[in-house]
Nanobody, 124 residues
């Protein structure tokens, strides 16, 4: 089992930056691929970024490519999402998730464990 707790959300102006953190419990953290998803009011949960279990591969949604960076620290059991050049359309509840490395990383169904989310609001 893996428990996930996100932090680092907040209110920021357009063009600003935020760094989200996800703290994971469990001795098997390094065996999971980790992802970030987001969900805006009235919309479906959407894929943002994913990092492989050892951190050697990353994937991003087209909408955040070049602006967001996912990273992980398997010693500290942490996953991060550095968000730069934020836009109002990035406003959402951001979730951290853990899943099998072989699963469909772009789909919420590919993840087994989820955090409670942290709110990001970008003002125009």
């Amino acid at each position: 089992q893996v428990q996930l707790v996100e932090s680092g959300g907040g209110l920021v102006q357009t063009g600003g930056s935020l760094r989200l953190s996800c703290a994971a419990s469990g001795r098997t953290f390094s065996s999971y691929a980790m992802g970030w998803f987001r969900q805006a009011p009235g919309k479906e949960r959407e894929f943002v970024a994913r990092i492989s279990s050892r951190g050697e591969r990353t994937n991003y949604a087209d909408s955040v490519k070049g602006r967001f960076t996912i990273s992980r620290d398997n010693v500290k059991n942490m996953v991060y999402l550095q968000m730069d050049s934020l836009k109002p359309e990035d406003t959402a509840l951001y979730y951290c998730a853990a899943g099998d490395p072989g699963s469909s990383y772009w789909s919420p169904a590919g993840y087994d464990y989820w955090g409670q989310g942290t709110q990001v609001t970008v003002s125009s």
